[in-house]
């Protein structure tokens, strides 16, 4: 296994990635991929701490407006 991170093998392997996805797609998957982390470790972060979402999760619920509906008559034959 200490093996598999050699030069050889990661320049082999970048050129099969630039090969799959092409120049303009690599750096669209760099940025999602730091995104990504990005948010992972923010989320890490604040674990503890509750979310917006749970915070409504716990409020009362309010029920939606209803909207008037028109009945419309259809003459008897």
């Given at each position: 296994m200490g093996d598999l991170f050699q030069p050889?093998?990661?320049l082999v392997l970048?050129?099969?990635?630039?090969?799959?996805?092409?120049?303009?797609?690599?750096?669209?998957?760099?940025k999602g991929l730091?995104?990504?982390?990005?948010?992972?470790?923010?989320?890490?972060?604040?674990a503890g701490e509750p979310t917006p979402m749970a915070q409504q999760q716990n409020a009362a619920?309010?029920?939606?407006?209803?909207?008037?509906?028109?009945q419309k008559q259809t003459p008897v034959a």
């Amino acid at each position: 296994m200490g093996d598999l991170f050699q030069p050889s093998h990661l320049l082999v392997l970048g050129i099969v990635v630039f090969l799959l996805f092409g120049a303009k797609r690599l750096p669209e998957l760099g940025k999602g991929l730091g995104e990504g982390l990005k948010g992972f470790k923010d989320g890490i972060k604040n674990a503890g701490e509750p979310t917006p979402m749970a915070q409504q999760q716990n409020a009362a619920p309010v029920p939606p407006k209803a909207e008037p509906v028109e009945q419309k008559q259809t003459p008897v034959a």
